[in-house]
C-alpha cells in the first residue's frame, strides 16, 4: 500500500509541476527531501509521460478524458480509483499539451537528463532544472530555471534562440552553458560563440568567455573562463571561479537533491575551486573542508556557516 500511495504522490507532482501556473516549489522540495525515492519515482513518471506524448502524432485532436476510469493492472498489480483518475487527468493534460506548440521538460532535483532535439541539437539538464520547447520550432527554446548545457547544430540561416529571463541566447556555432537563479542568468562557451540580446546593443561571446546578467541591468563579462570546467557538471564536478556561496549552495541543491542554503554571514563569500558531487553525496559533511565552511545539518536541509 504505501508503495502505491507513493507512486500516486509521485504522479500528482507531475501533473501539478507540469501546469505553468505551478509555484509551489517549496512544498515540492519538501517532498523530493521527504524521501530519497521520491526523486526516482518522479522522474520515471515524467519520462514515461514526456515519451507518451512524443508518440502522440501532431494532427491527432485532444481525446476528451472520462470524468471516472476503471482501475487497471500497472506492473502486475491492480492500483486504485484515485491513481487511475490521476492516470486520466496525465492523458489529458498530456494531449492538451501537445495540441499547444510550448511543451516543458523538468528534472527533479538530484537527477539530470539529455535531451536530443529534431534538428541534431542537444540539451543537457542538471537537477532542479525546467526548459520550455515548442512543437513547431525545433529552434527555439526557454530555459525557466536551472542550468543547462545546450550543444547546438548550427544553422546561419535559422540560428538556435534561447530565452532566458529578459534576455535572448542565440547561437553561433556553439556550445554553451545556461545558469538561470532567481532573475540571474549566467552564460559560459565553451565553442563557437553566442549573442547575448537584451535592450541594448548585443554582447558577442566566444568559446572561453562568460557573462552575467540580472533582468533589466547591463550585463558583466565574467574573468577568462576555463573552457574544460564549462559544463563540468555533467560529469559530477562544479567547478567556481570566485562564485558567491549563496549559489554555490543553490547548485547543490540542485545537484545532490538535497536542500543546502547559506547563512547570510557567508552567503556573499566568493569560492575558488572544484566540488566533486560524488563525494559529497556520500558524506555531505565533507561540504564544509572543500568550501572551508561549517556544514550544519538542520532536518532535512544542510546550512553553511562560518567556522567559529
Known amino acids: 500500500m504505501a508503495k502505491h500511495t507513493d507512486e500516486n504522490e509521485a504522479l500528482d507532482w ?28 518522479y522522474q520515471a513518471l515524467a519520462t514515461d509521460i514526456d515519451d507518451m506524448v512524443a508518440l502522440v502524432p501532431p494532427e491527432a485532436q485532444p481525446a476528451l478524458v472520462p470524468l471516472a476510469v476503471p ?28 495540441d499547444a ?20 541539437s542537444a540539451i543537457t539538464m542538471s537537477g532542479g532544472t525546467r526548459v520550455t520547447l515548442d512543437r513547431n520550432d525545433a529552434r527555439v527554446a526557454t530555459l525557466d530555471r536551472g542550468q543547462a548545457m545546450f550543444e547546438i547544430r548550427h544553422d546561419a540561416e535559422d540560428p538556435f534562440e534561447v530565452t532566458v529571463g529578459d534576455r535572448k541566447v542565440v547561437d553561433v556555432g556553439t556550445a554553451f552553458d545556461l545558469k538561470r537563479t532567481g532573475d540571474e542568468t549566467r552564460v559560459a562557451v565553451s565553442e563557437g560563440a553566442v549573442d547575448f540580446i537584451g535592450d541594448a546593443d548585443p554582447v558577442r561571446l566566444v568559446a572561453g568567455q562568460g557573462l552575467v546578467a540580472r533582468d533589466r541591468a547591463a550585463p558583466v563579462m565574467s574573468s577568462p573562463l576555463d573552457i574544460a570546467s564549462v559544463g563540468a557538471w555533467r560529469s559530477g564536478s562544479l567547478a567556481y571561479d570566485g562564485a558567491p556561496i549563496a549559489e554555490v549552495a543553490g547548485d547543490l541543491s540542485r545537484s545532490l ?52
Open 71 to 98: 482501475v487497471a493492472r500497472h506492473r502486475g498489480r491492480w492500483i486504485g480509483g484515485a491513481l487511475a483518475a490521476s492516470l486520466a487527468l496525465v492523458v489529458g493534460y498530456a494531449t492538451l499539451r501537445h
Open 257 to 308: 537533491g538535497l536542500r543546502v542554503t547559506a547563512d547570510r554571514s557567508v552567503a556573499a563569500r566568493p569560492f575558488f575551486g572544484v566540488v566533486v558531487i560524488a563525494d559529497i553525496k556520500r558524506d555531505p559533511r565533507q561540504m564544509a573542508g572543500v568550501l572551508d565552511l561549517t556544514a550544519r545539518q538542520s532536518g532535512n536541509a544542510w546550512v553553511l556557516t562560518a567556522k567559529p
Open 101 to 120: 506548440a510550448p511543451y516543458v521538460l523538468e528534472t527533479p532535483a538530484g537527477g539530470s537528463r539529455t535531451v536530443a532535439l529534431a534538428d541534431g
Open 14 to 41: 507531475v501533473v501539478r509541476v507540469g501546469d505553468r501556473a505551478f509555484d509551489d516549489w517549496d512544498a515540492f522540495q519538501a517532498w523530493l527531501d521527504a524521501d530519497p525515492a521520491h526523486a526516482a519515482r
